[in-house]
Every structure is written in C-alpha cells, then in structure tokens.
C-alpha cells in the first residue's frame, strides 16, 4: 500500500484520481482549500471511499508539512482559468499555481516521495500555436503536414515545440513550476514526473466558459441557454482534443506504480488529434445527445490568449507505455451529460 497525497484532492480530476487510488488499494489524503464552487460536493464521495480529506491550502506550506510522511504526491491544485489571470485574480494565479508548486516540491523533498505534476497544454506560447499552418474544413481548422515550426506536425503538438513567448499568466506559472520540478530532481534526487495535459473532461467537472467548456456546451444544452462561438470568424472551427479523466487517472496510476522507471518523463497528455472536437462539431454532438438545439451567436473578435488550434502528440508517451485513451469525444460527452442529468440540482446549485 502506497501512501498518497494528492492536492487540489476535492477538484475534478483530483477528486476522481483519489477515488481511483483508493479503489486499487493505496491510502489516499486529499488536500483542498475548497475555493472553486462545486469542490464541496466531491467531499461525501472522497468519505465514502476512505479518503482522508484534509482542509488546506497548498499556498501555506505549513499546511502540507504539517501531514504525515508520503511516498508520493500528486500536483493537482491550480488555479486552471485563463481569464483568472487577466485581471485582479493575478495574485492568487501565481501565488497557487508557482508558490504552490514549490511547497509541494519542499513535502516531497522532506519525504523523499515521487512528485507527479499535472502541467498543461497551455505551456506552449500563443503566439507560436497562432502560427501553425491550417487549413479550413467544413466544420474544423485542420494541421497542414508541414508545419513552419518544430515540434508541430499532423500529429500536433509534441514536447520540443518552441517555448520562447508569451502564454498567458496561467501557462506561465505552470512552466515556471516545471522548471522548479526540474531543479528538485537535480539538485535532492526528487523522482518526477510532468505530464501536460490537454482539455480533460468527464463526470463531476464543473464546466465553465474559460474551464470545462466541454462540460459548460453540455449544460447549455440541457438547459437551452445560448452560445457563443468566439473569434476565428465566428464558425466555431476551433479545435481542441479531450481525454476522459478516466483514461487520466489510469496513467498516473501507472506513473505511481513505477517511479523509476517514469522519473524525468515529461510527456504530452491527451486525446490527440483523432480525440478532438471543434466547436461546431460539439455543438452538434450535444444536439444529438440532448435533443436540444439552442441559439449559437458569432463573436468576431478573439478571446485574449485564445488559440484556433490545439491537439497533443502522444507519440512521445505511447513509447514509454502501452497505455492509450480509452473513451473517444462521443463517450467523454455520453459520460459527463449522464452525470449531469443525475445531479442536475447540485451541479446548478454550484454554478450559480
């Protein structure tokens, strides 16, 4: 039995991945500040399945070294929302998300335990990704096979694309914390892992226009409120791929299992260029699913830090492991609006 922490526990994919633990038999603590609305309603589930939760803050490091010895943790807390950092919010995106990191790195270091850190996607500079050479399909902007930068292909993006530029706050402070995982497993022989990670979706998300917007079209759906498709001409041809948490937390059980053999990896996660839906696509999914169909207005002028395209190469992952995501678009969708039809209530109640 393997000793666990995992912050941001009371989270989305945090709240899942410790039930995923539990199941398979490792003692699991959850830590969470419970500042994100609908993180409370994860906390009967984390009792039901015999994980320790614990109310705190990943921004106060007596918080995580007041716990008990680990042998690993998992990086889940972060402040997620890109829009968060455009504004007054920007305090708290770099204090959680860089500050939070480092208190995390210190408890590993203290306990000599694996740190698994979730990264993003959103390390990859906007300006770069707004550079990739597409090409306009009915209901998509798709990847030309040749690409004027490196690390872009048909396949996406993989690990050695450019890093040089601006990428919003949040993706910024997420570098900078993998620069700091970097340096702790040279300088006190820390084992790692990073894993960046694209649009991950499923049950218990609390969607959100700027977070879980798979989730957020979903709700709208349900509830026939409007849309909007947001720059890029306003067809919503934007693409970004998506992985089931599911799939997610089979991986870093698989990292947890073997910590030699991932220490260093730093690896793109997700569902990849086939596992990836455009706006105009997931609208017409969710009309499917729902039976719904709701009004759908064009915004012209892009969202700052927006990006027409976005799909992960795995390729560099697929070569370290026979794992691969399970769940395509359909079922991730199928998945998250069955959930929300069985807790509507408390999901609306959350939200606002």
Known sequence: ????????????????????????????????????RGSE????????????????DVRERGDLLGLEPVQAVVECSAEPSVLAGMGSGADFVVQTNLLGAHNCLELARRDGAQFVFLSTSRVYPV????????REGET???????????GASEHGIAEHFPLGGARTLYGA?????????????DSFGVPTVIDRC????????????DQGVFTHW????RLGRPLTYIGYGGGGKQVRDLLHVDDLCALIAEQLADPAGWDGATVNVGGGVEGSLSLLETTELCRQL??????????????????????????????????????????ILEDTLAWIEANEESVLKALG
């Not at 009967?44 to 614990?54: C, D, I, M, Q």
């Not at 998509?140 to 490196?150: C, G, I």
Request: proline content about 6%; aromatic content about 6%; hydrophobic content about 50%.
């Open 1 to 36: 039995m393997t000793r666990v922490l995992v912050t941001g526990g009371a989270g989305f994919v945090g709240a899942n991945l410790c039930l995923a633990l539990a199941a398979a038999g490792d003692e699991v603590v959850a830590l969470d500040s419970l500042k994100r």
């Open 41 to 56: 309603l994860n906390l009967a589930r984390l009792r039901e399945a015999g994980v320790t939760f614990v109310h705190g």
């Open 127 to 134: 300006a770069a990704l707004s550079a990739l050479a597409l």
């Open 140 to 150: 998509r902007f798709e990847l030309d096979a040749e690409q004027p930068l490196s």
């Open 173 to 185: 402070t997420k570098l900078a914390a993998e620069l700091l995982v970097a340096e702790y497993a």
């Open 198 to 209: 694209g649009v991950i979706a499923g049950p218990w998300q609390m969607g959100k226009v």
């Open 218 to 221: 979903l709700l709208a759906h």
């Open 290 to 331: 729902t039976g719904n169909e709701v009004a759908v207005e064009p915004v012209l002028e892009p969202r700052p830090g927006d990006v027409p395209l976005y799909a992960s190469d795995c390729r560099a992952l697929f070569a370290r492991t026979a794992w691969r995501p399970t769940r395509g678009p359909r079922t």
